[in-house]
């Protein structure tokens, strides 16, 4: 995908497809809309008065120019109401123009500077909608076909060819020379967060029989060697060395024998403490001997997306060049059923020492987590940041609308208001020390369930066990955020890569 500006008048310039916008209720359009609308003849204030175009966000319109302008067609993008305009709104807004013209098979086209002017003026920076216009489209224009052989809509006359929805071009034009600088270099921060989050989407898109835990470390080791990261992998012999029997336990039901992968970026002074991002990796979660029902059970194969998010959030620190240390810690197992598998009943020794009873074969994240949170806390950081698909639970609490956030007070809060600011949306659920209590184990020092109520945060509680004592951590719940079944604007179904956003910019942040 490429991404580049361009200082010119909407009305010269010559393209398959020129998105413009419009606001909700809006009448009369203004700036570069009324300057298409006046070279069309009225055509699109037309239709607004027709009430075809209304403005509302993420409304499409094209309206073919038939030759009144060089180009071939202008896109109307609902922005929604202006009293409620924002960077997500933009970013909404050029999805949603991005996968329609996707759709007619148009994949280079143009757009003009939406929000330029007047969110501008309500203090959001230029360079902030110009990423912001990189995400929405770049995010959008995003497709898993690496597994279709065969291209069932071909053109009449058109040879077959695959690949063909991906978008490829998006230029910005702006007549305005002095914004041409801060478009490029919005532009440039979208297209790096654009490449990592869509990075994290083909990593979690694959399927559970190719993507395994050792392919995972290849995977990681493939991203090191291109971005100049250390990476470490341990195996199963190297976690029974280790004594990391979570991952062990959890892994040791399937021939897929678990890894923990550790990646290390380092931007920062050599004895600045680093960042530590710790991500789940279960490559296929079945329950284990506690099996899960079979409807949608193949969606299981997103519950490795905590760590495919770990992986995005590496490589965005690494395009973004940040000027820290970084570590990568992905534990990674499938859970499977079989004569080897672990059981409930069972107890388990972690990395740290602490002994687990298991209630249930399907809260195994927090175990995998478990051992890999204790190894990032003797490495001393600054601050861990945990991502896991961990309990259906926090689905229930927040839909597939947020991710849920616990910890640290400071990080949470940041993660929220990044959140907001991005769509990659976070919210503060409680971590109350009595969750702990429901963790209480009669036999060991702790169970791996709770039971049925305020699961999110019990298990938050569980995690929180492992966290060494000041070391400041923050957990978010991507169970209901890391894939998508219906599309949304930006997020064609499948992973989203959830978190990657959120916690490179919390990082670039900080
Ligand atoms: N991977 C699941 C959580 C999950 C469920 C994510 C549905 C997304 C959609 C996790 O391993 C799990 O099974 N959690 C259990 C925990 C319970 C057994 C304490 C859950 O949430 O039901
Ligand atoms: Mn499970
Ligand atoms: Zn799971």
Redesign the pocket.
Known sequence: MEFDVRKGNVTEIETDALIVNLYQDVKEPGGATAAIDAALEGQISGLIEDGEITGRLEEVTIVHTAGRLPAKRVVVAGLGKKEDADLEGVRRATGAATGRLLKHRIKRFHTILHGGGDLESTGVAVKDLAQAIAEGAGLAGYVFDRFKTVEPEREPGQPTERKKRALEALTVVEADGLKVRSIRAGLERGAKLVEAVNYTRDIGNSPPNEMTPARLAEEARELAERHGLEVEVLDREALESAGMGGILGVGQGSSNEPRLIVLRYAGGRPNARPFAVVGKA?TF?T?GI?I?PSPNME??KF?KMGGCATLGIMKAVALLGLKKNVIGVIPSAENMPSGTAYRPGDILTSYSGKTIEII?T????RLILADALAWACEQEPAAVIDLA?????C?VALGHHASGAFGEESIVARLEEIGERTGDRAWALPLYTEFGDDMKSQIADIKN?GGRWG?AST?AAFLKFFVADGVPWAHLDI??TAWVTKPKAYRPVGATGAGVRLVAEYLSSR
């Not at 698909?389 to 639970?393: A, D, K, P």
């Open positions: 279960v979660d329950g506690s899960k969606e299981m519950d249930n399907d809260a195994e994240g698909t961990l309990t259906g639970s689905v369930s699961g298990a169970a209901g």
